[in-house]
């Protein structure tokens, strides 16, 4: 299993800019699929973007525009640039790796990775 480790979050008022970083260890890190995922109070888990072992990526609708994810396969780390943040992108921000699939597809389903990192929050102010 790979182990994953956020950094990077922080308090921000709205229309900063923030940086998270996802460090990985185990596993082939260039076959997994990466993707950061948020979860506010009281909803569900939803991702944020996703990027395949081919460097496809996926954004949710929320955030397109705003939000860059991108992976380095030599340093095994994916980040997720944010700019233009709102105080409705206050949530926990979560690193996951999809060490099964071995495939070019992005997914964006929680139960498509098996790996997760302990969380980081992010707090965007009025």
């Known amino acids: 299993q790979v182990q994953l480790v956020e950094s990077g979050g922080g308090l921000v008022q709205a229309g900063g800019s923030l940086r998270l970083s996802c460090a990985a260890s185990?596993?082939?890190?260039?076959?997994?699929?990466m993707a950061w995922f948020r979860q506010s109070i009281g909803k569900e888990r939803e991702c944020v973007a996703a990027i395949s072992r081919s460097g496809r990526t996926y954004y949710a609708e929320s955030v397109k525009g705003r939000v860059t994810i991108a992976r380095d396969n030599n340093k095994n780390t994916v980040d997720l640039q944010m700019n233009s943040l709102k105080p409705e992108d206050t949530a926990v921000y979560y690193c996951?790796?999809?060490?099964?699939?071995?495939?070019?597809?992005?997914?964006?389903?929680?139960?498509?990775?098996?790996?997760w990192g302990q969380g980081t929050q992010v707090t965007v102010s009025s």
């Open positions: 996951a790796a999809d060490s099964i699939h071995l495939t070019p597809l992005v997914f964006t389903t929680t139960t498509a990775y098996d790996s």
């Open positions: 185990g596993g082939t890190f260039s076959s997994n699929g």
